[in-house]
C-alpha cells in the first residue's frame, strides 16, 4: 500500500529521443508526487512535482502526465541531452503528516550523443 | 542557493562501533529527514522529526538509530552499533513544510 513501483529499471535514449518513465502507485491517500534527479554521487534533487488536481504539469523539457483513476503517473523528457544522463525516482507523499517521501525504485537514464 | 550540507562525506567503521552523521538543514526550514540508500536500490525514509520529536519512523528505524537536533542548526543521526547492513548512503533532508524536500549530498558510509 505504501508502494510505489516504478518501471523501467534502465533506459537508453539517442540526443533529442523522448524518454518516458512509468510509476504506479496504490495508496490514495498520496496527493503530491514529486520528481527527483540524481546524479552520481550527489543527493537527489527536485525536478518537477504535480499533484492530482491536474492531469500534467510541464516545466521546460519535462512533463508529467498524471492519471489518477489509473493511479499512475510518467516523466516525459523532452529533446533529450547527454547532460540529462541521472538516476529519475518518482516519490509520492501521503496528505497531512510530515512530507514524508515514498521513493520509487529508480530509472537509470543514459542519453546517447 | 541555500543547501543542506552533511558531514562526513565517507565514514568507515567497525562492525559493533558508533556512528554520527551530521546534518547542517536550511536555516529557515522546520521538518528534518534522514533517509537512506544501499548501493544501487531506491531511497528509503528513516525518519522525519519536527517540533524537536520524532513524527514518523520507518520500521528500518530501529532501537538501534536515534536522532537529535542539539542546538539551533545541526540535526544528527546516531547509530549505536553499527552492522554491515547499515552501510549505505544516508542522506539528510529537511523542507519548509509546502511538499519540498531539500536533499544533502549524503553521508557514505561503509561498516567493515
Known amino acids: 500500500q505504501q508502494q510505489v513501483k516504478q518501471s523501467p529499471q534502465s533506459l537508453i535514449v539517442q540526443k533529442g529521443g523522448i524518454p518516458i518513465i512509468n510509476c504506479a502507485y496504490e495508496?490514495?491517500?498520496?496527493?503530491?508526487f514529486p520528481w527527483y534527479q540524481q546524479f552520481p554521487g550527489k543527493g537527489p534533487a527536485l525536478l518537477i512535482a504535480?499533484?492530482?488536481?491536474?492531469s500534467e504539469k510541464k516545466e521546460g523539457r519535462f512533463t508529467i502526465s498524471f492519471n489518477k483513476s489509473a493511479k499512475q503517473f510518467s516523466l516525459h523528457i523532452m529533446d533529450s541531452q547527454p547532460g540529462d544522463s541521472a538516476t529519475y525516482f518518482c516519490?509520492?507523499?501521503?496528505?497531512?503528516?510530515?512530507?514524508?517521501?515514498?521513493f520509487g525504485a529508480g530509472t537509470r537514464l543514459a542519453v546517447h550523443p | 542557493e541555500p543547501e543542506v550540507t552533511q558531514t562526513p562525506s565517507h565514514q568507515v567503521t567497525q562492525m559493533g562501533q558508533e556512528v554520527i552523521l551530521r546534518c547542517v538543514p536550511i536555516s529557515n526550514h522546520l521538518y528534518f529527514y534522514w533517509y537512506r540508500q544501499i548501493l544501487g536500490q531506491k531511497v528509503e525514509f528513516l525518519v522525519s522529526?519536527?517540533?524537536?520529536?520524532?513524527?514518523?519512523k520507518s520500521e528500518i528505524f530501529d532501537d538501534q538509530f536515534s536522532v537529535e537536533r542539539p542546538d539551533g542548526s545541526n540535526f544528527t543521526l546516531k547509530i549505536r552499533s553499527t552492522k554491515l547492513e547499515d552501510s549505505a548512503m544516508y542522506f539528510c533532508a529537511s523542507s519548509s513544510g509546502a511538499n519540498v524536500l531539500t536533499f544533502g549530498a549524503g553521508s557514505r558510509l561503509t561498516v567493515l
Open positions: 495508496n490514495t491517500a498520496f496527493d503530491y
Open positions: 516519490a509520492a507523499s501521503p496528505s497531512g503528516g510530515y512530507n514524508k517521501l515514498i
Open positions: 504535480i499533484r492530482p488536481d491536474v
Open positions: 522529526f519536527y517540533n524537536n520529536e520524532i513524527s514518523e
